[in-house]
């Protein structure tokens, strides 16, 4: 794993927009696995400013989303497919038909679970997936289990993500049930895995993450066992973080 150490939010943003960019660049077809989240914010901002700039080219990018919260259509604020339109497809010159999600209307589980992966294989496989990570080291909706869930799935949320996530929404109430995720196995296909870590309230799991024992427990430390992943933590994220970087 390489680490990069930066200073803050606006750092993290930066690095991790450069590292897409320079993907994109080197292969303007890639195909870049997405996030949602308060995390990715500021990394689309910066793609986005690029792109206005004239430095990059989205025409040949196709995308795939992590996650979608189930029972929520398109037109719904809260779903990941507003948010992706807002803050990144709707501001780059990314053909629609290039973006992809789970259909979080699909009510057919199984079959949609089936759909997004046959899709992700249909496209040649995630070159770089780009994630943010949960307090309790969730990756995507893959939460804390027994076990590592292997392909796309649907989850029923934990009560902590519900209480996480409730801050998007009216009321905790508001908040769906259950998501569509791409599975640990779907995530540790991706050639290229970057993940994104900001602030001191992340620092106990990264620690837990990174440079604790690989258990189900802690979703994201399977992520030690993957040959290419870049960490992309600010000083407070780090903190608790003993070893040499
Ligand atoms: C969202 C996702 C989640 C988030 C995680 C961290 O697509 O996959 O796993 O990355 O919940 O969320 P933030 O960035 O809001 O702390």
């Known amino acids: 794993m390489r680490v990069y150490a930066v200073k803050d939010y606006r750092e993290m943003s930066r690095k991790a927009a450069n590292i897409l ?29 690029w792109y206005e700039k004239g430095d990059l080219d989205f025409s040949e990018v196709r995308t795939v989303n992590l996650d979608e919260y ?34 979080g209307t699909n009510a057919e589980a199984e079959k949609e679970c089936r759909r997004y992966e046959e899709l992700m294989e249909s496209l040649g496989g995630i070159d770089i997936q780009l994630l943010g990570m949960g307090h309790n080291g969730h990756i ?12 796309t799935h649907c989850v029923d949320l934990q009560e902590s993500t519900i209480q996480a996530n409730k ?24 050639v290229r895995i970057l993940v994104i870590v900001s602030g001191e309230d992340k620092a106990d799991i990264v620690k837990k993450a990174f440079w604790g024992p690989i258990t189900p427990q802690v979703p994201a430390s399977i992520l030690q066992l993957h040959p290419d992943v870049i960490l992309v933590a600010d000083e407070a994220a780090l903190s608790k973080v003993t070893e040499k970087l």
């Open 167 to 190: 801050r998007f929404f009216e009321s905790a109430k508001e908040v769906p049930r259950q998501a569509y995720t791409m599975g640990i196995g779907t995530i540790l296909r991706a």
């Open 21 to 49: 960019s320079a993907q994109i660049i080197s292969k303007p077809d890639s195909v870049l696995g997405l996030a949602t989240g308060s995390t990715p914010i500021g990394t689309y901002e910066q793609l986005v400013e």
């Open 70 to 103: 189930k029972g929520l259509d398109k037109e719904n604020k809260q779903s990941y497919y507003y948010f992706m339109h807002r803050h990144l497809f709707d501001r780059v010159n990314i053909p629609q038909e290039q973006t992809h999600l789970p259909d």
């Open 140 to 151: 995507g909706f893959n939460e804390p289990a027994e076990a590592f869930a292997k392909e």
